[in-house]
């Protein structure tokens, strides 16, 4: 990395009112780092704006100095696009506030916020929109890539309740895409990503939901897999919509209701959400206790934020990750045995196999609406590879990409970009389908120069 003059540093400082971070500066390793520790590069300078009229200053200056651009939201991003090799760190992750008019039933986000800042400003109302199920997550990546989790059945992706951005674009100019103004541009970033200029305030529909919510974990043993898996399958083509069972397989954390002798062995579990009458609920989720006979369970009401955050033990940061994704519009017997095969020889105690329960709501938008066009999507099956230790980066590689190979030829065609991994790229023409031509038209009119494209990138 050439040394930057500290003339041209002292002119950065100058112009931003947020921190300027430097190699050598004291938490330079702490802010540089996201969420998957695969993924260790070093920028040359971090921008950590505190306020968006910092955003034109980093892109000009980063510009005229030759430098490349990485955005960050909360750093979340599998692919660890997020940060750069010797170029600028466009660092949003400070930027946090959330402020929610409830008499509108709208949010006005900040691009560092997470998840739990949106949640928790949300639910202090009694509202929510639909966002991802593990609350460290950013709103920005996951919105500008699609989102979605336990309220997409009923409300959809976070994209359909995205209502308008403020942006800022490749030659520093802030505008505001919505369906009414600039309206391409709000096509586009609803799927597209960062691929358009640097997001700087989202405003977001809300629904009232909860705050309390009927969720928990029914787990059985593996060997009783498949039967559970096909039942499962018959019960959600009924499931309303404000039902979301998502399924995972792994090998069982040391959870509390758990007898001791099953910590570590191979599990099936079912993760329950019934957003509605929780009467209701009860008596909808009565069927999925009968699907086998469980190791335990461990299913109440509890507030919505507080579920928001039930899997983030297992997800916490600075971990090896390295992810395999398809969608399903159909769950075939092939697709089940596969991943009961793979689950079967589990390279780690955190790898794990889950399928994301979707459909609804999110089915019933055209799929060239927005960029986003996976409308025929029921399920995200995802293969989460996780480990500790790099000397077993090959062998838990190996078994995701074998795993996403077997369940290939029964996944519909496309692929969610907020899953993609950052060896992925040549999956995103396809991850677009007929949508990538308008997507490719409209980069050339917003960054024609293609500054943004540490990203899963759509060539201007
Ligand atoms: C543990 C875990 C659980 C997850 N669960 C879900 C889930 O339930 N549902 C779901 O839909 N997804 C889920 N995801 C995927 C998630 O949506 C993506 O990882 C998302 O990109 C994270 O957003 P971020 O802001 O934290 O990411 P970052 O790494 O900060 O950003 C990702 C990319 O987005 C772009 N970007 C970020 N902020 C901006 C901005 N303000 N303006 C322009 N471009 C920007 C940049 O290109 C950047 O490289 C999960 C991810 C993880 C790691």
Known sequence: MAPL???????????????????????????????NAMISRRPAVIVQCTRADDVPHAIDWARQTGLEISVRGAGHNIAGNAVCEGGVMIDLSTMTNVRVDAAKRR???????????????????????????NSTTGISGLTLGGGFGWLTRKYGMTIDNLVSAELITANGKKILASENENTDLFWAIRGGGGNFGVVTQFEFTLHPVGPQVLTGLIVFPLDQAKRVLRQYRDFVESAPEELSVWVVLRRAPPLPFLPKDVHGKEVVVLAVFYGGDIGEGEKLIAPLRRFGKAHGEHIGVQPYVQWQKAFDPLLTPGARNYWKSHNFKELRDEALDAMIAFAKKIPSPQCEIFIGHIGGAANRVPVDAMAYGHRDARFVMNVHGRWNDAADDATCMAWAR?????????????????????????????????????????KREYDPENVFHLNQNIKP
């Open 402 to 442: 074998a795993f996403f190979d077997a369940t290939a030829p029964h996944a519909s065609a496309g692929a969610y970009v907020n899953f993609m991994t950052e060896d992925e790229s040549h999956r995103v023409v396809n991850a677009y389908g007929a949508n990538y031509a308008r997507l490719a038209r409209i």
């Open 5 to 35: 003059h500290t003339e041209t540093v002292d002119e950065l400082k100058r112009r931003v009112e947020g921190r300027v971070v430097l190699p050598g500066d004291q938490n330079y390793d702490e802010v540089r780092k996201i969420w």
């Open 107 to 133: 949010a006005y986000v900040e691009p560092g916020a997470t998840l739990a800042h949106f949640d928790e400003a949300v639910q202090s109302h009694g509202l929510a929109t639909p966002v991802g199920i």
